[in-house]
Every structure is written in structure tokens, then in C-alpha cells.
């Protein structure tokens, strides 16, 4: 049996619901208030090292025959090796080879630009007027200390300018790396939907909304074009259909960190 | 037809470089001087746009990003597995491979930058180094240079990147505890990826990496050291930074 536990569908949380409606695999959805910070709270889940320590930040868990599975480009690779039915990912190693290489620049690059600007607009505002001191002995429970640094920075709303900048020169990147590679295939790797698309679209999803200046039908129609096509999939419907807020796009929780060197 | 283009087998571009040799593959290698920053010539860029080492080009397809052309290399070539067979432990392969690129590589590699890559370049003309830093592609990379060049990095940033060293090291111990290999009963990419990015720490940083504060993680950077595959990508160092190898033979 398979157990998910996941909050809104929006960044992380989204890939693997797309991956398992996709591959039509039935599974136990376990969904986490994740702004109640339950997750923090003793008991939930006898976390793994693994768990503890991932390096997206939220997001959610998979588990699996008793193991917990984390990192959500992962746990959709791990669901295309244990589940080879209906096929997310080229057969060719070249091909597989390309959604690694667009999933480090996704995950390490454009996502932490695009979470830090939705965190700023949408989780800080949600988060003011929380009494911090009641909050920090759940913070204290998390392992990664840039994980507890990126709650107290939405819970502060000490977002830098310096930092702001550079997330939206992220997010530009990307969007114009995603934009490029549109304008010879509609897929990103590859012709038939992946799970490149699936990374790249569980951030995209989120910012005609996010970053109207950067995402608009003057500056990227083939991304938009790509947006409709892939929202208007089942698969992709049943996922966003999970949706407790009725507004996943402005879902936001601290995340991936910026790289610090190189 | 493989090319490898690496600088040092070492951190990044020793990654690629152990896979193919584990693999069984000969390939042509490409030595790339970094410190003489032969990876920002146009002639290099012509072959790896982004001015990055390493680079893999197979059958005139360019392979980019270290641990996806380890990965490339294992599904594309005939030879021993490098990759777990069993689904959890492919998952936990590529965990660690992350946790090593995003989390403790990136602090190796800004000591490693700071103590010697600096250092090394320092001395030479000064407008020669404006105008090499000028030409490098990418920002993150211009800043890297800059840093490592002019030595401007600060305490608090070498204490992070330290701090995370420690850290890292504790959980290599306690999951290398528990079992032979990062991902699990087998040696994988993971493990390749390890070693070429933490051999140096014994030297480095011998106050987390020691036979007493972790047994396991220095058995296990000895027992990749004495592999054939190992010793044979050493043979295409050419610094001194190859020195540090040798305080792992047994």
C-alpha cells in the first residue's frame, strides 16, 4: 500500500500526486496542515535520517512498504522503478540523463527563487501576528537548521532585498530556459509527457499568478500554452482537485535553500 | 566514442571519471586546466557552454551535469550495475547523491576554493585575473572566482561551511554504521560520489574526520581508495592536491 502525506497541491507537494494519478496507482492520502505545523508535532511519523534531512525543505513523504521516501523528484523516480506501468520517464539513458539535468537547475536554482518570492507574498502575511515563543519548541524539532532559519525568516518577514532580487533573477532564468526549450517540442525532454514536465510545471503552476512581469501572454506564450495543456490532463485535474484551500497556487512553506557556494 | 573533459579526479570532475572506470569503459580524457582557466577559453566553451568542468561528449552529444552523466553512464553502457537494483535503495542512492551535491559538497568545495584554489591563482597579474574572472559565464561561478581569488570570504561563511562538514560527516558515520554503502548492500554511484568529494577531509578537516570520531566513514573512504577503478582515475591527477590520496592506503 502506498501512503502519501501531503499539504496543498503546489511545488513539491504536487509532483507526486501528478506522478500517482498519472500512473493510475491507488494510494492512502494523508494530508497535513501543514500551517498547523502537525507535522512537528511528537508522534507524527518516526521520521528516517533520510526524512529528517532532506534538502527541499517541506514536502512530502511517500511511504512505501514501511519506508519512507522523501525529496519529490525522487519519489517520482522511485515510483517509475517500483511501478514501470504507464512510463513517466524516456526508456533511453540520454533521455532520463536530460530530466536529471533539468531537474538540478529546477530544484536548486529556479525553485528556491519562486518559493522565496511565494513565501514572501503569500506564507509571511498568513504567518504575522503567530506567537513565535509558542511555535519554537515544534521549530526546535527540525533537524536541518536551514529549514528552521527559512520558518523564522516567514515568520519575521525578514525577507532581504538582496535576496528578493535574486530570486526573481532565478525565476526569470528559468522561465526563459523552460520558454526556449518550448519553442522546438512541447515537452521539455523528449515527446511524450515527463517527469521533467511534471518538476518543472509543479513551480510553473504557480506563477502567472506569482510573477504576472515575468510570466505574461507577451513574454511567454509557448509557457502558458505548456500550462494550459498540462492542467487540463486528468491526471493533473484529480491532483489539483486535492486542494483543501481552493487556492494551491498560493500555497507556500519554506523550502530548498539558495545555493550558498557556486 | 566517450570524451571526458575534467580538471583534477577529484570533487566533480572525479565523479564521471570513477564511473566510467568502474564501468569498465575506456574513454578519451580531456585535462582541463582550471587553474590555468583553460574552462573559460572559447575553445572549451565551444564544447560546454556554461564554462563548467567536467563535460562528457558521447558520440558528439554533450552530456552535462556530473551526477546525471554518472547516471547516463551506467544506463548506457554494458558493465557491472552502479546502481542498486532494488527501488529503495536507487531511491536512496540518488538522496545521498543530493544530499553530497546540495548540502556537504558545496562547503568541501568553498574550503577547498579558500585553502587552495585561491591561493594557487593569487599571484598572477592582476588585470590577467579581472579580465579571466570577466569572461566566465555564470554569475554563481564569476562570484566563486571573485571570492577565491581576492580571499574574501567571510569567518561566518567558513564556519557555516565547516559546521556543515561536521555535520554531514556525523550522518555519513551513522548511516555507514548501519550499512556497508550509502544506499545500501551495494556500492553505488552514491558512494563514487562520496568519495571523490570527501577524500580530502582526513587532511582537511582532521578534527570530524578521524579514525575515532568516525570509524566507518574512514573505512569506507579506505575501502573506495584500494579499488582498481579508484587508483586508476588518481593516475590522471597532476597537482598536489593528489597528495592528499595517499594518507588513505592501508
Known amino acids: 500500500m502506498l501512503e502519501l502525506y501531503h499539504w496543498e497541491p503546489n511545488g513539491s507537494w504536487l509532483k507526486p500526486l501528478i506522478a500517482l494519478h498519472e500512473k493510475e496507482l491507488p494510494f492512502r492520502s494523508r494530508y497535513i496542515d501543514v500551517l498547523s505545523f502537525e507535522h512537528l508535532a511528537p508522534g507524527f511519523l518516526n521520521a528516517s535520517m533520510e526524512t529528517r534531512l532532506n534538502q527541499e525543505g517541506e514536502g512530502p513523504i511517500l511511504v512505501h512498504e514501511g519506508r519512507q521516501i522523501t525529496e519529490s523528484l525522487f519519489m517520482i523516480e522511485y515510483l517509475e522503478d517500483a511501478f514501470p506501468q504507464r512510463p513517466l520517464r524516456p526508456a533511453d539513458a540520454l533521455g532520463h540523463c536530460r530530466i536529471l539535468a533539468w531537474a538540478r537547475f529546477i530544484n536548486e536554482v529556479f525553485m528556491p527563487g519562486a518559493n522565496t518570492l511565494g513565501c514572501r507574498k503569500y506564507l509571511a502575511p498568513q504567518l504575522a501576528g503567530r506567537d513565535r515563543a509558542a511555535l519554537k519548541p515544534l521549530l526546535d524539532r527540525i533537524s536541518m537548521k536551514l529549514l528552521r532559519d527559512g520558518w523564522e525568516t516567514a515568520l519575521t518577514n525578514s525577507y532581504s532585498d538582496d535576496l528578493l532580487a535574486d530570486s526573481r533573477r532565478k525565476v526569470a532564468l528559468g522561465v526563459g530556459r523552460i520558454e526556449d526549450a518550448l519553442a522546438s517540442s512541447d515537452r521539455l525532454v523528449g515527446s511524450a509527457f515527463s517527469l521533467a514536465d511534471i518538476d518543472a510545471f509543479a513551480i510553473c503552476n504557480a506563477l502567472p499568478a506569482l510573477t504576472p512581469d515575468i510570466v505574461n501572454p507577451q513574454a511567454t506564450p509557448r509557457l502558458l500554452e505548456w500550462i494550459e495543456r498540462i492542467r487540463a490532463r486528468p491526471a493533473v485535474r484529480a491532483a489539483l482537485a486535492t486542494s483543501r484551500s481552493g487556492k494551491p497556487e498560493q500555497a507556500f512553506v519554506p523550502g530548498p535553500e539558495h545555493a550558498r557556494w557556486g | ?250
Open chain 2, 1 to 250: 566514442m566517450l570524451t571526458i573533459y575534467h580538471w583534477e579526479p577529484n570533487a566533480n570532475s572525479g565523479k564521471p571519471i570513477l564511473a566510467a572506470y568502474e564501468k569498465g569503459l575506456d574513454f578519451e580524457s580531456r585535462y582541463v586546466d582550471l587553474l590555468g582557466f583553460e574552462q573559460h577559453s572559447p575553445e572549451y566553451l565551444k564544447i560546454n557552454p556554461t564554462g563548467t568542468i567536467p563535460a562528457m561528449v558521447h558520440d558528439g552529444v554533450l552530456v552535462a551535469e556530473s551526477t546525471a552523466m554518472m547516471e547516463y553512464i551506467d544506463g548506457a553502457f554494458e558493465g557491472p550495475a552502479l546502481r542498486p537494483s532494488d527501488p529503495f535503495e536507487r531511491w536512496r542512492m540518488r538522496w545521498w547523491c543530493r544530499f553530497l551535491d546540495q548540502f556537504v559538497g558545496p562547503s568541501v568545495s568553498m574550503l577547498g576554493w579558500s585553502f587552495f584554489v585561491g591561493p594557487a591563482v593569487r599571484q598572477r597579474d592582476p588585470e590577467e585575473l579581472k579580465a579571466r574572472i570577466e569572461r566566465i559565464p555564470l554569475k554563481e561561478r564569476r562570484i566563486a572566482w571573485s571570492k577565491a581569488i581576492y580571499g574574501t570570504f567571510t569567518q561566518e561563511e567558513l564556519a557555516e561551511s565547516a559546521r556543515r562538514i561536521a555535520f554531514g560527516v556525523g550522518h555519513l558515520e551513522t548511516a555507514l554504521s548501519e550499512r556497508p554503502w550509502l544506499a545500501g548492500r551495494t556500492y553505488s554511484l552514491a558512494d563514487m560520489a562520496g568519495f571523490n568529494m570527501l577524500a580530502g577531509l582526513p587532511v582537511m578537516q582532521a578534527q570530524v574526520a578521524n579514525d575515532e570520531k568516525a570509524p566507518h566513514f574512514m573505512e569506507w573512504l579506505r575501502k573506495i581508495h584500494e579499488r582498481p577503478a579508484l587508483q586508476k582515475s588518481l593516475t590522471l591527477g597532476r597537482t598536489e592536491l593528489m597528495r592528499r590520496y595517499l594518507h588513505l592506503a592501508r
